[in-house]
T-cell receptor, first 115, second 113 residues
Framework: GAGVSQSPSNKVTEKGKDVELRCDPI?????LYWYRQSLGQGLEFLIY????????KSGLPSDRFSAERTGGSVSTLTIQRTQQEDSAVYLC?????????????FGNGTRLTVT | KNQVEQSPQSLIILEGKNCTLQ??????????LRWYKQDTGRGPVSLTI?????NTKSNGRYTATLDADTKQSSLHITASQLSDSASYIC????????????FGGGTRLMVKP
């Protein structure tokens, strides 16, 4: 079956430009996460959506970062006025409603390079 | 503070050998512990999930153990293969944050022929 799909797979942008990263979760998964992974580093939590509840935005590093999830399915992570330190792989994951018992299913990420 | 520490940071072994990766955590309250495998350029893939009452769980050549009293887990890989070369990530579910997942920094395993 279809897994978590992320697009684009690679994005190169100039410093100061805005970028949008897209995540299509597995159908029926109500929980959706965004993580950031810098080269050789662990995963850094960014934001978490669970159904119709208010998202947990506690991991967003600055107000240049925002995310939305339309219709409880597709999610978009937006980075405004990109900086070189934003260069990383951005991973999206989804899981069934019961987070405690369900594994996360990750996409293959979007590799963002800010020049 | 909820933390997950993994050791070693990196490991090189010969094909066919066994190895054990460690994970210590301080997440409270505890819900479950997960091990993920992340191949280069790919997203992590779930290997095992263990709840408080489970001491061991296997997935093929991967066996995870959990000691909830000492807050330690290990991932044992038997008869390693070249395809086992990857990062292995320990993730603990629990705590009071909304997202409830704390990630370790991973162990980078390289299996050489």
């Amino acid at each position: 079956g279809a897994g978590v799909s992320q697009s684009p797979s690679n994005k190169v942008t100039e410093k100061g430009k805005d970028v949008e990263l897209r995540c299509d979760p597995i159908s029926g998964h109500t929980a959706l996460y965004w993580y950031r992974q810098s080269l050789g580093q662990g995963l850094e939590f960014l934001i978490y959506f669970q159904g119709n509840s208010a998202p947990d935005k506690s991991g967003l590093p600055s107000d240049r970062f925002s995310a939305e999830r339309t219709g409880g399915s597709v999610s978009t992570l937006t980075i405004q006025r990109t900086q070189q330190e934003d260069s990383a792989v951005y991973l999206c994951a989804s899981s069934l409603a019961q987070v405690q018992a369900s594994p996360l299913h990750f996409g293959n990420g979007t590799r963002l390079t800010v020049t | 503070k909820n933390q997950v520490e993994q050791s070693p940071q990196s490991l090189i072994i010969l094909e066919g050998k066994n190895c054990t990766l460690q994970c210590n955590y301080t997440v409270s309250p505890f819900s479950n512990l997960r091990w993920y495998k992340q191949d280069t350029g790919r997203g992590p893939v779930s290997l095992t999930i263990m709840t408080f009452s489970e001491n061991t769980k296997s997935n093929g050549r991967y066996t995870a153990t959990l000691d909830a009293d000492t807050k330690q887990s290990s991932l044992h890989i038997t008869a390693s293969q070249l395809s086992d070369s990857a990062s292995y990530i320990c993730v603990v579910s629990g705590g009071n944050a909304g997202n409830m997942l704390t990630f370790g920094g991973g162990t980078r395993l390289m299996v050489k022929p």
